[in-house]
């Protein structure tokens, strides 16, 4: 079975957040929820979540005081802001969520990405039934916007596994003709004739793979 991967983007709609505990921390001015490096869903249907966040660490104490939805919580320093272990009630929509990769069998690539809007960047893998299906049934309060797909190879970074079959071609021909040696041993033409195309695709192929991989590394 081949397995895919699956990258959407999970924005709440009108007044509702994944979780009213998460939903507070965006709302306060002092706090920016950054990622979630961990998330799980226990056998009684809470869940635990370790979220990065940047910011005032006062204020995410005040927030998880404050919020019964928090049921335990513990702040650890980080490299650059601060991490949040959450025990969390079950509440959803995030609960019906993280229920689906049980239900459909898919497994979350993670860390989880907040968005400058503050949605949430997700990646599933599974097989593509299994994701479709998913899809199908997130919970009503939730749109799941896609953003990428493809086949998972876990040897790969998200970047190159994300690429075309041509534009893997176009790659693989590049590094084997010493395209991307110092100094460069290889022209687009001679690319362009390997790879049966003209100049102008392996030009275009190049640039996008270049911005692909760029923006992976950086992000």
Known sequence: MTMRYF???LIPLEDSDFHPTIAALKEDPDITPEQM???SLR???TG???VGLRGDEAAAEAVFEAHPSALDWELIPGDSGFYAYVHFDDSDPA???LQLLD???LVLDLPLQFT???WLRVTVIGSDDNIQEALANVPDSI???ATEMGTFQPDDSRAVAGLTERQREVLEAAVELGYYEVPRQATYEEIAEACDCTVGTVGEHLNRIEARIIASTVN
């Open 37 to 39: 490096k961990y998330i």
């Open 7 to 9: 990258t959407f983007t």
């Open 95 to 97: 609960v019906g969520l």
């Open 43 to 45: 056998e009684d249907k």
């Open 48 to 50: 635990v979540v370790l």
């Open 103 to 105: 239900d459909y069998r």
């Open 143 to 145: 749109k799941a916007e």
């Open 116 to 118: 400058s809007e503050g």
